[in-house]
């Protein structure tokens, strides 16, 4: 059962009021975490965590020079 009807969701739950700076945050985490997957994998050869933490650096460096210098590589989503 759903807890609250279409259209009914308290204000401060929806994602418009989340700031720019805790995006940023994120995607700066994001790159040093994938940073870590990547050190660790090659470290350990673990093929799956050299990868993924590839893959999240540049997932994060995009979204960070998508925000800080509108950088839009696939148009507006």
Not at 53 to 68: A, R, V
Request: charged letters at 15%; proline letters at 1%; hydrophobic letters at 50%.
């Amino acid at each position: 059962m759903a807890r609250y009807r279409e259209g009914e969701i308290p204000k401060e739950q929806l994602a418009v009021h989340s700031s720019d700076d805790m995006l940023l945050l994120t995607a700066v985490l994001g790159f040093l975490i994938g940073i870590v997957l990547t050190y660790l994998g090659r470290k350990g050869q673990q093929m799956w965590m050299w990868v993924w933490g590839i893959g999240l650096i540049i997932c994060s460096l995009y979204l960070g020079l998508s925000m800080t210098v509108g950088l839009r590589l696939f148009g507006n989503f």
